[in-house]
């Protein structure tokens, strides 16, 4: 899965940047396909399924500063709000244009 270009100023890590990237491309990822985007599809050794949950709580607070966001459905994974998706949009529109 390509890695989208997003902005700098929202100060994600690789592994955030991975899972929000990842969050863009579906409507909603499970945790098991999270995990995924961070480790197996880079040949790392996978650490507890939880660490997904650390990677969204920090990504969450950077995000929110920029009035972007990742809500949790319950049962069912994490997916990207309105705001954050349109924000990563319109950045690709700019990036590919």
């Known amino acids: 899965m390509p890695l989208l270009a997003l902005p700098l100023e929202w100060g994600l890590t690789v592994h955030e940047a991975r899972l929000v990237s990842a969050l863009w491309a579906r409507s909603e990822c499970t ?3 999270l995990m995924a985007a961070l480790y197996r599809d880079h040949g790392r050794d996978e650490p507890m399924e939880k660490i997904v949950d650390v990677f969204v709580c920090k990504a969450r607070a950077k995000l929110r ?5 990742i809500v949790t459905r319950w049962g069912h994974g994490y997916a990207l709000d309105a ?3 349109s924000a990563i949009d319109k950045l690709n529109q700019k990036v590919t244009a």
Do not use: E, L, V
């Open 31 to 33: 945790k098991d396909q």
């Open 65 to 69: 500063r920029f009035g972007a966001g």
């Open 83 to 85: 705001a954050s998706r």
